[in-house]
């Protein structure tokens, strides 16, 4: 019996999505928080904001989530952070 090996590695599949340009700074950004809705994952969110604010003067603007972790968000949820915010943090619980 020949024992054969697979190279686990492969080409990422292509999106057709072209990734955001970075931000040059976060100095007085507005901040979108999404959760997954799962536990402590909202505290996760909001300790991690807590910092972009202090030191970058950032603030918060949207702080939504999804009830249930394996439904995906609702679309005027997606629409209404994409219109209202700069960057978006998001987190998974547990």
Not at 28 to 45: E, H, T, W
Not at 48 to 56: D, L, S, V, W
Not at 79 to 87: C, G, M, P, Q
Request: net charge negative; proline share 5%; hydrophobic share 40%.
């Amino acid at each position: 019996m020949a024992l054969e090996l697979f190279d686990p590695t492969g080409e990422p599949t292509p999106t057709g999505y072209i990734a955001a340009p970075r931000l040059a700074s976060l100095d007085g950004l507005r901040i979108g928080l999404f959760s997954n809705g799962k536990v402590n994952a909202d505290k996760l969110l909001r300790y991690t904001a807590e910092i972009f604010e202090r030191q970058a003067d950032c603030q918060v603007v949207i702080d939504s989530g999804k009830r249930n972790a394996s439904r995906i968000a609702e679309p005027q949820v997606l629409e209404r952070i994409a219109n209202d915010v700069d960057f978006l943090i998001t987190a998974v619980g547990d």
